[in-house]
């Protein structure tokens, strides 16, 4: 166990925690567009930077990504610095200007006072922020369908080659984890299209909904040693079958004691 002191308060911290995780729970709110429990922290977004010092830094400072940067003992953060304010301003600025059409990043931008980027807009800009958070999901379910190409301002996540990805087993996974909404995906009349390839989707044999494509279910079937009854009803229904059972367990108990 270690100490440390955010805008003043000592708290305890396990060693080994991140900063951002004991920031969060201590319930301060500073933003992270690339952080997510699923996948390791990289950094990338740049805007969950704080300030750190010691007391025998002897005022000295420096500024570190939260996300990134484990818990010492006796080290003192300041999370909302009008240093700190002006990194992350910049950085919400740039990423206005880079996706000038995202929802995400003009809300984020305008809590921080800025409603119109002060750099030269990308006309193009898709708002992909470049995290990676999606390809850094895919390669923890050990599928790697896609990745970041190209160079420069150029660079785009895609599949090889900009065809349909082989290994992409439509799960979403990419889809939900981007913090901006940019990856495009849908479903309709009983197929999951993403990264122009095609999936059929498993339909709940009670109640007709359509769960999740036969590609991840095979997946889960052989990576996770799940039986391919748990795909046959939606997750609606197995909690409308549990509540059933339990409701006839409790009318045979109800009736034994009388």
Not at 136 to 156: D, N, P, Q, W
Request: glycine share 6%.
């Amino acid at each position: 166990m270690v100490h440390i002191t955010i805008n003043g308060k000592v708290v305890k911290a396990t060693e080994g925690e991140m900063l951002l995780t004991v920031i969060k729970r201590e319930g301060i709110d500073i933003p992270a567009l690339c952080h997510h429990e699923a996948i390791e922290p990289t950094g990338n977004c740049r805007l969950c930077m704080v300030e750190i010092t010691r007391a025998e830094w002897e005022g000295w400072k420096k500024h570190v990504t939260s996300c990134l940067y484990p818990v010492e003992d006796g080290l003192i953060v300041n999370t909302h610095t009008p240093e700190v304010i002006e990194i992350r301003k910049t950085i919400l600025d740039l990423q206005l200007a880079n996706c000038p059409n995202s929802e995400v990043i003009q809300k984020m931008a305008e809590e921080y006072g800025i409603y119109k980027t002060s750099y030269e807009t990308v006309p193009e800009g898709d708002n992909c922020i470049m995290c990676y958070a999606c390809t850094r999901i895919c390669e923890v379910l050990g599928k790697s369908a896609i990745s970041a190409v190209m160079r420069g301002h150029k660079k785009v996540i895609a599949p090889p080659f900009g065809e349909e990805p082989p290994d992409c087993i439509g799960c979403l996974a990419c889809a939900q984890i981007c913090p901006t909404n940019v990856i495009p995906w849908t479903d309709k009349d009983g197929t999951r299209t993403i990264w122009n390839k095609k999936f059929d989707l498993i339909t709940c044999k009670e109640c007709g909904k359509t769960i999740i494509t036969k590609d991840f279910a095979d997946y889960l079937m052989e990576q996770r040693d799940i039986p391919k009854e748990y795909f046959e009803l939606c997750d609606d229904c197995k909690r409308m079958q549990t509540a059933r059972k339990m409701g006839e367990i409790v009318t045979r108990a109800q009736e034994a004691t009388l």
